[in-house]
Nanobody
Framework: QVQLAESGGGLVQPGGSLRLSCVAS????????MSWYRQAPGKERERVAG???????NYADSVKGRFAISRDNSKNTVYLQMNSLKPEDTAMYYC????????????????WGQGTQVTVSS
């Protein structure tokens, strides 16, 4: 089964840094684009960064220049380096892959990790 396991969240002061990790299993990791999303209470889930199978990246405007997504295919892991953190970055951060459903033939779906909480506060 597809599993995505995030880690690395925590409490950090404004201006600080965190590095999130997502270990993937249950599929051929190197064949898929991976993404990081975040969701704060009362807000919709927001895609903050993505990386394709060749290493090309894209970012939400709100995090450009501060966050960097990367992947290590040998470790089936995608990372999100977060620098210059702001209170508005506070959210639950989720790892994501969009791929075929392992249980329903022909269906594409999002798979999510359990999330890791990032809190930016002084």
């Amino acid at each position: 089964q597809v599993q995505l396991a995030e880690s690395g969240g925590g409490l950090v002061q404004p201006g600080g840094s965190l590095r999130l990790s997502c270990v993937a299993s249950g599929f051929t990791f190197s064949n898929y684009a991976m993404s990081w999303y975040r969701q704060a209470p009362g807000k919709e889930r927001e895609r903050v960064a993505g990386i394709n199978k060749l290493g090309g990246t894209n970012y939400a405007d709100s995090v450009k220049g501060r966050f960097a997504i990367s992947r290590d295919n040998s470790k089936n892991t995608v990372y999100l380096q977060m620098n210059s953190l702001k209170p508005e970055d506070t959210a639950m951060y989720y790892c994501n892959v969009f791929k075929t459903d392992t249980e329903e033939v022909g269906k594409l779906r999002n798979y999510w990790g359990q999330g890791t909480q990032v809190t930016v506060s002084s």
